[in-house]
């Protein structure tokens, strides 16, 4: 099963952008489903956005226009291009990665993301 590792949350002020990626400890081929939820205190976790292996995408509307969900299988790397931040975007983000065969799921740390000015 693979590792999965968040980077690139942060502070940004409302109208900004961030690029949060997910690293995978091996190969990301054989994970069907890929995407990313967030979670703010005292709430569900809510799925931003998925991609499959195939290149369909799915995104909560709140985000749609806003975010782009992409992969690059050669980089054992996922990316959530955020565009035009708001502040209730703000939450901690988790990505996650979809075996096809064995339907196991990994999960990342987290990574804050913070929309505030």
Partial sequence: QVQL??????????GGSL????????SIFGLSTM?????????????????????STNYED?????????RENA??????QMNNLKPEDTAVYY???RNGE??????????QVTVSS
């Fill in 95 to 97: 990505c996650y990665g």
């Fill in 35 to 55: 995407g990313w939820y967030r979670q703010v205190p005292g709430k569900q976790r809510e799925l931003v956005a998925s991609l499959t292996r195939g290149g």
């Fill in 5 to 14: 590792v968040e980077s690139g949350g942060g502070l940004v002020q409302p």
């Fill in 62 to 70: 709140s985000v749609k226009g806003r975010f782009t969900i992409s």
């Fill in 102 to 111: 064995t339907a196991l799921t990994s999960w990342g740390q987290g990574t």
């Fill in 75 to 80: 980089q054992n790397t996922m990316y959530l």
């Fill in 19 to 26: 690029r949060l990626s997910c690293t995978a400890s091996g």
